[in-house]
């Protein structure tokens, strides 16, 4: 499966790139975009960033449409808002006030919210 995004940095660049999407891992779904926000982060990314283009958007609405074996919550066809990155609110660290050291945080695993 193939993705296509948008992808920023500094003095406006945008490019739209194609990346191979990998099946879900365990506890992970895949989710087809169906509308993303442009958020101040997003703007700072596209004019301070200078390293490689940044994937763009994080604020997402979508539609599951696969799941890893583990994922219980969750089924094809659900429709879900996404959060660029989520605690797991289980480990010590979340447990102890301190989501923002999780070591079981997801991630959009570098793809882009602007975009399939």
């Not at 365990?26 to 700072?44: L, Q, R």
């Amino acid at each position: 499966m193939k993705s296509i995004g948008l992808y920023g940095k500094k003095h406006l660049v945008i490019e739209s790139r194609e990346v191979n999407l990998r099946a879900p891992g365990f506890n992970e779904v895949i989710v087809k975009i169906h509308a993303c926000g442009v958020c101040g982060t997003d703007i700072n990314f596209l004019t301070q960033w200078t390293g490689d283009a940044m994937p763009l958007g994080h604020e997402i609405a979508g539609e599951v449409i696969e799941t890893g074996e583990g994922v219980k919550d969750f089924k094809q066809g659900d429709r879900v808002i996404v959060e660029d990155c989520s605690m797991c609110g289980t480990c010590v660290n979340c447990k102890n006030g301190r989501s923002d050291l999780c070591i079981n945080m997801f991630g959009l695993d570098g793809q882009s919210g602007m975009g399939q």
